[in-house]
């Protein structure tokens, strides 16, 4: 959540759990004060009632028999797999025997698919209190429409915070590897690719919510 330009809005009597060095806090009865995506302010409830009242808030969240975390971080997941989860043929597989199973649907998934999969994984995450994650994402069939913007506009539509991580694979079947051959990108695509999604999508400023990177492997499996 964030107030508008500089205008603060508060989350108003709640019980806020917060960590204090190492130690775990559990704080009934507080207000936590935010602006421009930052918290300023965390305190008692009642010293910003009289403040609530003069209308010096551009929101109010009543918080009273709620609790207020931080938000937890998803640190690996593949967003899009979603659309081919609990498949009976695949479900009892073992990793490898599962992609192999796996990689004739993909292999038929457009952005409008990957944009689908990524709200419903985006929405799960967020209904579980996970507000940022990464997404590892490595299929890129060649003369399909999926571009990573179709995972970023999901994101940015439900306001989560994504480290979007650009993989790859370059080794089909045919050379020994477990995609098959229409599912690879050559290795010079790759790169291309790899140096137009740091120009495109990287946000390095404080408090972004995208940042981007690279977990690719050439020749090799899925940079994942």
């Not at 330009?5 to 507080?30: K, N, W, Y």
């Not at 979603?82 to 043929?89: E, G, Y």
């Not at 229409?182 to 390095?204: K, N, Q, S």
Request: with cysteine.
């Amino acid at each position: 959540m964030s107030g508008g330009d500089s205008t603060p809005s508060v989350v108003h009597d709640a019980t806020v759990i917060t960590a204090v060095g190492p130690d775990v806090r559990v704080l009934p009865g507080h207000s936590l004060v935010f602006a421009d995506g930052r918290i300023t302010e965390l305190l008692p409830a009642s010293g910003v009632t009289t403040r609530v009242a003069d209308g010096e808030f551009e929101r109010v969240f009543p918080g009273e028999g709620h609790l207020v975390v931080p938000g937890l971080v998803n640190g690996h997941h593949h967003l899009y797999q979603s659309l081919t989860r609990c498949l009976p043929a695949v479900q009892n597989r073992r990793l490898f025997d599962w992609l192999r199973g796996l990689y004739p649907y993909w292999r038929k998934l457009d952005r409008r698919a990957v944009y689908l999969a990524a709200q419903v994984s985006l929405a799960e995450l967020l209904l579980h209190g996970c507000t940022t994650t990464n997404d590892h994402f490595y299929l890129r069939p060649p003369g399909s429409d999926i571009r990573l913007e179709a995972v970023l506009s999901a994101a940015r539509e439900l306001g989560m915070r994504l480290h979007l991580c650009r993989g790859s694979m370059t080794l089909g079947q045919s050379a020994g590897g477990l995609p098959p051959d229409d599912c690879i990108e050559r290795d010079e695509d790759v790169l291309a690719d790899c140096a137009a999604v740091l120009d495109e999508y990287h946000d390095p400023r404080p408090f972004s919510l995208c940042r981007s990177s690279l977990a690719v492997t050439l020749n090799g499996e899925p940079g994942a």
